[in-house]
């Protein structure tokens, strides 16, 4: 079985990722499969959701503004974006908060699609704050 390394989380936790199972240093263990990094606890550094990778600036800061932001209400992951295993009859009563790139880059990674309209008048609200 491969191992992969991760870069340390907002939190500080040290993760191993592999396809079964992830162990981090504080002893929690995840069964399961990672469907993306939300960005829910303020004031820490806003991830991108796809890639994992940090952002530059805090969730609840005016630069989180320049990213497409979409929230996932529908339960299926756990607050680190987990998906809960089908047999546990588990759902999260909170929201994930999701930072993309793009409209684009949303759609890609969650397989959903908007409308052409949509997407223009994100990029030229972008345009205009610059």
């Given at each position: 079985?491969?191992t992969?390394?991760?870069?340390?989380?907002?939190?500080?936790?040290?993760?191993m990722?592999?396809e079964d199972?992830?162990a981090?240093?504080n002893?929690?263990?995840k069964?399961?499969?990672?469907?993306?990094?939300?960005?829910?606890k303020?004031?820490s550094l806003?991830?991108?959701?796809?890639?994992g990778?940090?952002?530059?600036?805090?969730?609840?800061s005016?630069?989180?503004?320049?990213?497409f932001?979409?929230?996932d209400?529908?339960g299926?992951?756990?607050?680190?974006?987990?998906?809960?295993p089908?047999?546990?009859?588990t759902?999260n009563p909170?929201?994930n908060?999701?930072f993309?790139?793009?409209?684009?880059?949303?759609?890609?990674?969650?397989?959903?699609?908007?409308e052409?309209?949509?997407?223009e008048?994100?990029?030229?609200a972008?345009?205009?704050?610059l």
């Open positions: 079985m491969t992969y390394d991760n870069d340390t989380t907002n939190d500080g936790l040290y993760e990722f592999n199972k992830v981090s240093r002893g929690s263990n069964n399961g499969r990672r469907r993306y990094y939300p960005s829910n303020p004031q806003v991830r991108n959701a796809q890639t990778i940090p952002y530059s600036f805090n969730v609840g005016k630069e989180q503004q320049q990213l932001k979409t929230v209400t529908t299926v992951c756990d607050e680190d974006g987990y998906v809960f089908r047999q546990s009859n759902s909170n929201t908060h999701l993309y790139d793009t409209p684009e880059q949303c759609m890609t990674h969650l397989r959903i699609s908007f052409r309209s949509f997407i008048k994100w990029h030229e972008r345009r205009e704050q």
